[in-house]
């Protein structure tokens, strides 16, 4: 069974720092391509970042390019997303997917920039 948990959520002042976890289980994250979602209310869903299979070359919406790095760890299964200089339009819920010829989402972790 696949499983994906993020973590790290929370509320930050803008011009801060967080990083969130995926921590897979049931899969390879290595061999899928995993990005980072986002929703903020009212909104669509966007991709934020990805990274890529094998290669780990990565990808990012021009709003975050610059102030987000999306890296994985193998061995621990589980990928990270570090987003600097927070603003409050980051403000979302932000959510793990994995994707081969299945698409597999996280529940999501709200990030919240407000001072």
């Known amino acids: 069974q696949v499983k994906l948990v993020e973590s790290g959520g929370g509320l930050m002042q803008p011009g801060g720092s967080l990083r969130l976890s995926c921590e897979a289980s049931?899969?390879?994250?290595?061999?899928?391509?995993m990005s980072w979602y986002r929703q903020a209310p009212g909104k669509e869903r966007e991709l934020v970042a990805r990274?890529?299979?094998?290669?780990?070359?990565?990808n990012y919406a021009d709003s975050v390019k610059g102030r987000f790095t999306i890296s994985r760890d193998n061995a621990k299964n589980t990928v990270y997303l570090q987003m600097n200089s927070l603003k409050a339009e980051d403000t979302a819920v932000y959510i793990c997917?994995?994707?081969?010829?299945?698409?597999?989402w996280g529940q999501g972790t709200q990030v919240t920039v407000s001072s």
């Open positions: 997917n994995a994707r081969t010829t299945n698409d597999y």
């Open positions: 990274i890529f299979p094998v290669s780990g070359n990565t």
């Open positions: 049931g899969l390879t994250i290595r061999v899928f391509h």
